[in-house]
């Protein structure tokens, strides 16, 4: 079994910075896919950026040049490193990763969710 825990979600203001945490722990032969989500009230979860085959392959529109995805797969952990943060970035964040148990099973785990508030 796989699990996922977040940390560093909180308040910031505009323009301040956030780094959340991702870390993976359990039976773990090999990540594929490591993301980041995020679900505002009242909106559908959506993608903020993800890394694939260990390149990153997606960030958003509404966030690139402002936030990043690095990684420590030693560490089986992904980071969101979020800059210049707006009002409209407040969301619940959602990391999520999918690879292969040593059992050679596929997983497909999620954090437990870290709020963001962006506020003054």
């Known amino acids: 079994q796989v699990q996922l825990v977040e940390s560093g979600g909180g308040l910031v203001q505009p323009g301040g910075s956030l780094r959340l945490s991702c870390a993976a722990s359990?039976?773990?032969?090999?990540?594929?896919?490591m993301g980041w989500y995020r679900q505002a009230p009242g909106k559908e979860r959506e993608l903020v950026a993800s890394i694939i085959g260990g390149v990153v392959t997606t960030v958003a529109n509404s966030v690139k040049g402002r936030f990043t995805i690095p990684r420590d797969n030693a560490e089986n952990t992904v980071y969101l490193q979020m800059n210049s943060l707006k009002p409209e970035d407040a969301a619940v964040y959602y990391c999520n990763m999918r690879g292969r148990t040593y059992s050679r099973e596929e997983f497909n785990a999620w954090g437990q969710g870290t709020q963001v508030t962006v506020s003054s």
């Open positions: 359990g039976s773990i032969f090999s990540i594929n896919a």
